[in-house]
């Protein structure tokens, strides 16, 4: 059976104090000659062993017997947390690593994903300023049949870009409701 360190600390100073005591009652009085004796080590923890025995027996042992126990099932609950929260941290690192790995491999996608999108915004600005050269060297009738037929977005986008002289043609030169909603539109636009 294996004594924890507090309790042994404390039945050790138990131990020492009553030891001191015994040697205080047979030390001689202040008129006699004191012989001191020295010890080794190893006969000092034989007489402290010697000692704690006394003091046991004197004691209740019943009683140090269940405060060993308590404290060295304390002792053991306190290892067991100690073991379960070592646990619990491993687990949190791991988590917190595997966490870290998925989110820069979601910003990676988040990177090409939005690497996509402003490909495409170019390519479909390429391809509004090539419509917007075409409408422009188109005759405004023409011009407003081709506008008219497009997205509202689309239309505007060109409109946009063209010189305002030639989208004023154009829109005089369009259907009144079209003309409308793309006025709108246009206005809304440019603001």
């Known amino acids: 059976m294996r004594i924890p360190i507090i309790v042994t600390v404390l039945l050790y100073g138990l131990i020492f104090c009553s030891f001191a005591q015994a040697v205080d009652q047979k030390t001689p ?3 006699a000659v004191s012989g001191k004796r ?10 402290l062993l010697e000692e704690v025995e006394k003091v046991l027996v004197k004691t209740k042992q019943e009683k140090f017997v269940e405060i060993t126990k ?24 791991l988590n917190k690593r595997e966490f870290e790995k998925k989110i820069k491999a979601f910003e990676g996608e988040q990177q090409k994903l939005l690497g996509c999108l402003d490909a495409q915004d170019n390519l479909k600005e390429k391809r509004i300023d090539h419509m917007v050269d075409v409408v422009s060297n188109m005759k405004p009738e023409s011009a407003a049949q081709l506008l008219s ?36 539109q246009y206005l809304s636009m440019k603001k």
Do not use: C, W
């Not at 308590?70 to 690192?93: F, G, P, S, T, V």
């Open 70 to 93: 308590e404290l060295m099932n304390k002792e053991q609950d306190i290892k067991l947390r100690d073991l379960e929260l070592a646990r619990e941290r491993e687990q949190l690192n």
């Open 29 to 31: 009085s202040a008129g």
């Open 149 to 184: 037929a497009q997205e509202v977005e689309l239309a505007v986008s060109i409109l946009g870009k063209l010189e305002a002289v030639k989208v004023s043609k154009i829109f005089n030169l369009m259907d009144k409701e079209i003309s409308a909603r793309l006025q709108k």
């Open 38 to 47: 020295e010890y080794t080590p190893e006969e000092f923890h034989k007489a």
